[in-house]
T-cell receptor
Framework: DAGVTQSPTHLIKTRGQHVTLRCSPISGHKSVSWYQQVLGQGPQFIFQYYEKEERGRGNFPDRFSARQFPNYSSELNVNALLLGDSALYLC??????????FGQGTRLTVV | DQQVKQNSPSLSVQEGRISILNCDYT??????FLWYKKYPAEGPTFLIS?????DKNEDGRFTVFLNKSAKHLSLHIVPSQPGDSAVYFC????????????FGAGTRLTVKP
């Protein structure tokens, strides 16, 4: 079975641009969460979606948004990119009642 | 606010010995705790979890201990193997269905042959 897949794996964007990151959960998993990991720190929670509804939101500005599609895949959008948005963005899926399983992440570099 | 803290950024142990990784938390609403392992260029991999109704959970070489009164948990790896070398993250949430996990900064474990 395929694990959580994220695309793209690496991305370079310019300040002020917009970016869309994509995530496909493990088959059968209805919950998708997004995390940001800055170098030297642990992952920070951004969003959780379950059955296409937002179930939780971390302490991130409104420039960050997400959605979940009927097939449970998800997109994370970041507008007006700042240098500080450079990080590893992790997607995690779960069947909603157990631990989350993470993808490899998307390494975003803002220049 | 750092609700989950891993105060040791690194730990080095000899192969075959015990590795003990520590984690402290401040939010008493947390009642589910997890350990993840992360290799370079990979996402975190789930290792083991514990609910607040227990004080110990064991899975093979890995055991997690929870001391609720001290708001402290630890991960014991016995015996340690070179393949265990990775960054270990402690995480806490308000329940197993709550994926709003708060992570510590991680401890880099090096197991020397």
């Amino acid at each position: 079975d395929a694990g959580v897949t994220q695309s793209p794996t690496h991305l370079i964007k310019t300040r002020g641009q917009h970016v869309t990151l994509r995530c496909s959960p493990i088959s059968g998993h209805k919950s998708v969460s997004w995390y940001q990991q800055v170098l030297g720190q642990g992952p920070q929670f951004i969003f959780q979606y379950y059955e296409k509804e937002e179930r939780g939101r971390g302490n991130f500005p409104d420039r960050f948004s997400a959605r979940q599609f009927p097939n449970y895949s998800s997109e994370l959008n970041v507008n007006a990119l700042l240098l500080g948005d450079s990080a590893l963005y992790l997607c995690a899926s779960s069947p909603a009642y157990t631990e989350a399983f993470f993808g490899q992440g998307t390494r975003l570099t803002v220049v | 606010d750092q609700q989950v803290k891993q105060n040791s950024p690194s730990l080095s142990v000899q192969e075959g010995r015990i590795s003990i990784l520590n984690c402290d938390y401040t939010n008493s609403m947390f009642d589910y705790f997890l350990w993840y392992k992360k290799y370079p260029a990979e996402g975190p991999t789930f290792l083991i979890s514990i609910s607040s109704i227990k004080d110990k959970n064991e899975d093979g070489r890995f055991t997690v201990f929870l001391n609720k009164s001290a708001k402290h948990l630890s991960l014991h790896i016995v015996p340690s193997q070179p393949g265990d070398s990775a960054v270990y993250f402690c995480a806490a949430s308000r329940g197993p269905r709550d994926n709003d996990m708060r992570f510590g900064a991680g401890t880099r474990l090096t197991v020397k042959p």
